[in-house]
């Protein structure tokens, strides 16, 4: 079976959302154009990257191109809206990929499948016939920066991390590794 490869050329959207509580998120990036949406599962970590590779993307781009590549991005407001449901999850991403379309001005992310095989680096942002599907979305600077901008919202809005260790902090407390496991009550926790 050849690979599906979803293809968004001017979405209405491209965000990170998430599902369930701090410390029980689910991940997902979605797109949406016109009647269509596709959502994809993830990790955390793959959205800080991703949100990190964009930015830093956008950096080089203004640096070789000049300054009109961003600036325009900081004007437009960020996307706050949660995500589309139902929220059918297309697959589990495994690869990214990310690049500068010099022809369309946009920056082009490709979302790849997980699979058990190893992936040809020649496929990611390729429209072979053989591979992982792939979710592949065109944005302009300015939606590449929104885009970056809520992912690091979506992040910074789970678990508070622990002042000491930096591991997250649940609502009971945790073992800190900077205490050798020593947990301190709080006043109120107390009896």
Same mark, same amino acid.
């Given at each position: 079976?050849s690979?599906?490869?979803? *293809?968004?050329?001017? =979405?209405?959207?491209?965000? %990170?959302?998430? $599902?369930?509580?701090?410390?029980?998120?689910?991940?997902? @990036?979605?797109?949406?154009?016109?009647?269509?949406?596709?959502?994809?599962?993830?990790?955390k970590?793959? $959205?800080? *990257?991703? %949100? +990190?590779?964009?930015?830093?993307? @956008?950096? +080089?781009?203004?640096?070789?191109?000049?300054?009109?590549?961003?600036?325009?991005?900081?004007?437009?407001?960020?996307? &706050?809206?949660?995500?589309?449901?139902? @929220?059918?999850?297309?697959?589990? &991403?495994?690869?990214?990929?990310?690049?500068?379309? %010099?022809?369309?001005?946009?920056?082009? *992310? +490709?979302?790849?499948?997980?699979?058990?095989e190893?992936? !040809?680096?020649?496929?990611?942002? !390729?429209?072979?016939?053989?591979?992982?599907?792939?979710?592949? *979305?065109?944005?302009?600077?300015?939606? %590449?920066?929104?885009?970056?901008?809520?992912?690091v919202? &979506?992040?910074?809005?789970?678990?508070?991390? /622990?002042?000491?260790?930096? +591991? =997250?902090?649940?609502?009971?407390?945790?073992? /800190?590794?900077?205490?050798?496991?020593?947990?301190?009550?709080?006043?109120?926790?107390?009896?």
């Open positions: 079976m690979r599906v490869i979803h *293809v968004f050329r001017q =979405p209405d959207r491209f965000i %990170a959302g998430t $599902v369930g509580e701090p410390g029980q998120r689910t991940f997902y @990036l979605q797109a949406i154009e016109e009647s269509r949406t596709v959502s994809v599962l993830l990790e970590q793959q $959205v800080t *990257v991703l %949100a +990190e590779r964009i930015s830093a993307l @956008l950096a +080089e781009i203004t640096r070789r191109f000049g300054a009109e590549v961003s600036q325009e991005a900081t004007d437009n407001p960020v996307d &706050v809206e949660p995500l589309a449901f139902p @929220l059918e999850e297309e697959f589990r &991403v495994g690869t990214m990929g990310l690049g500068w379309d %010099a022809d369309s001005r946009s920056i082009v *992310v +490709e979302l790849l499948a997980l699979t058990e190893e992936i !040809d680096e020649s496929v990611v942002l !390729d429209d072979t016939e053989e591979g992982p599907d792939a979710v592949r *979305v065109f944005l302009s600077p300015v939606q %590449a920066r929104a885009f970056a901008t809520r992912a919202r &979506v992040i910074s809005a789970g678990r508070l991390p /622990c002042p000491l260790c930096g +591991e =997250p902090l649940d609502a009971s407390g945790h073992i /800190c590794s900077r205490q050798n496991g020593y947990h301190r009550r709080s006043a109120a926790g107390e009896r």
